[in-house]
């Protein structure tokens, strides 16, 4: 029980570490929670710093949803805890306790989690992002339609059912924080991927 709060602390905390904000501060970038969308992720450190930066930060989203929960799972975490864990860090991208509660949407982050808690989801939701953004050049598109999806794979691949359910909230919270992107795609005004403003990812 202890260690299981622990997991799911440490997990939330983990979580919390802005990579977007600490990489431009590093490399000399804008708080990208004060330029471009405003959003502390990938896609916005890309429009403000270029694909290095960016590369940085997507690498970091991703290991702080994937670390923890594989740590949880080394340590003989149940399928409870390993999901909570993984709700927790994703959670602590969206609402990190150490900038502000004012996190990013979560795609890179949702899909380190995946991967550790349930490889085939991840891979799965992983390959169905880049189809969709390589056709469409929508990232937020390919975001919302990969978790929208993830929920069901998890359960076709038969998956405990505690971890089909953390991968229901994380997939619901990532459709919701994308609310506005969904209302700019149907207004036909969302950005494109490499044209001009797209709203942040990550």
Do not use: C
């Amino acid at each position: 029980m202890l260690l299981g709060a622990l997991l799911i602390i440490g997990g939330y905390l983990l979580g919390s570490v802005a990579s977007a904000v600490l990489v431009s501060h590093l490399m000399g970038l804008p708080d990208p929670r004060a330029e471009g969308s405003r959003n502390p992720g990938a896609t916005n450190v890309l429009r403000l710093g270029g694909r290095k930066a960016a590369a940085i930060t997507l690498a970091g989203d991703l290991l702080k949803g994937l670390l923890p929960v594989l740590l949880a799972r080394l340590l003989g975490a149940g399928p409870a805890v390993a999901g909570a864990v993984a709700v927790a860090a994703f959670l602590g991208h969206l609402y990190p306790v150490f900038f502000g509660f004012r996190g990013g949407k979560g795609v890179a982050t949702a899909a380190g989690a995946l991967l550790a808690l349930a490889p085939a989801v991840g891979v799965a939701t992983v390959l169905l992002w880049l189809a969709i953004a390589a056709v469409f050049r929508y990232a937020s598109l390919a975001g919302i339609s990969a978790a929208a999806l993830a929920p069901l794979l998890a359960w076709l691949f038969s998956y405990p059912a505690p971890i089909v359910l953390a991968v229901l909230l994380i997939a619901a919270l990532l459709i919701w924080r994308h609310r506005s992107n969904i209302q700019r795609l149907l207004a036909g005004t969302e950005g494109r991927i490499g044209a001009g403003r797209e709203q942040a990812q990550g």
